[in-house]
C-alpha cells in the first residue's frame, strides 16, 4: 500500500496525542501514527525525491502543522508534541477512531480562516491567491514535484538546442562539461582534436600539468541509437592511442550491446543524452539556476 497523505495522519496524531496529554516526543508520535495506519516497513522507508527526509514523516510533520495551525496542539520546544484542551474537546466529539471527522473539521476551519481574513492589503477575497491546495501530498513534495517537472521540460530544451549546435561546438560543449565535471587542471588541458584521421578521438583531456595522463573523448551528435560497432572503434582508438581510458558521449542513446561492451571492458564511460543534458543543468553548462527561499523556523532562536 501507498503512504497516506498527510490528511490521513491527523487524526491518528490528534488521537495519540490525546492519550498522552502530557505530551510525546515527535519520533514517538511518528511511529505510533503510521501504526495505526498499518504503513508497512517498506513504505516506512521512502524518502522524498531529494532524499532529505522520509515520506511518512515528512506527511506526518505536515499533518501536525494543521493541527498546530488550528488551536489543537502545541510544540513548545523542539521535537515535543502536546495536545491543547481545544484538541481535547474536539477527540472528546467524536470518540470513534478513524472517522476522518477530525481531519475534514480541522482542514474545513483552516479553510475558512483562510477565505475569511485576507491577507493585510487586500481588497477582496475575490483578489486573493490560492495558497491552501488539496491535501494529497505535502507541501514540501509539491515542490519537490514542480522542481522535478522544470527539470526534465529544460532536459528535453537541453538535448533539442544540441541537435542543432554543429559537430564542432557539440565537442567544445562536451569539453566544457567535463571540465566542469573537474577533468583538467584548468580548461586548457582540454583540447579538442575532431579531425579527419583521428581514430574517432575527438577530444583529449590532461589529467596533470606534464600530460602524463590523459582520458581521451568521443563526442557524437546523433538522433539514431549509438551501437556495439561505434564504441568497439572507440575503444580500439583508445588502444592505438595507449590511452586507459575513455569517454563516448552522445545525444542520443546506446544500445543494450554498446552498454555490455562497454561494461566488459571497463576503461570506456558511456554518457546518453539525457545524462548529459542533466550534467549540464547540474554544473550549469549553457544553464543556469534561480534561488527561491524558502523559510524555515530556527527552534534554537526561541529557546530559552
Known sequence: MAVPTYDQFIEPVLRYLAAHPEGALARDVNEAAADMLLVSEADRARMLPSGAQLVYKNRIGWAHDRLKRAGLSTSRRRGFWQITPAGI?????????????????????LDFERIHSPIQGETSPSSEIEVEPSPTTSPDERIEEAVAELRGGIVREVLDHLSRVSPASFETIVLDVLHKLGYGTSRADLLRVGRSGDGGIDGVISLDRLGLEKVYVQAKRWQGTVGRPDVQAFYGALAGQRANRGVFITTS??????????????????????????????????????????????????EE
Open 89 to 109: 474537546d474536539l477527540i472528546a466529539k467524536h470518540p470513534a477512531g478513524h472517522s476522518r471527522e477530525i481531519a475534514e473539521t480541522v482542514l474545513c476551519d
Open 253 to 302: 542513446s546506446f544500445s543494450a550491446q554498446a552498454i555490455d561492451f562497454a561494461g566488459s571492458v571497463e576503461r570506456v564511460v558511456l554518457v546518453d543524452g539525457p545524462r548529459l543534458a542533466e550534467l549540464m543543468i547540474d554544473y550549469e553548462v549553457g544553464v543556469t539556476s534561480r534561488t527561491i527561499r524558502i523559510p524555515l523556523i530556527d527552534s534554537d532562536y526561541f
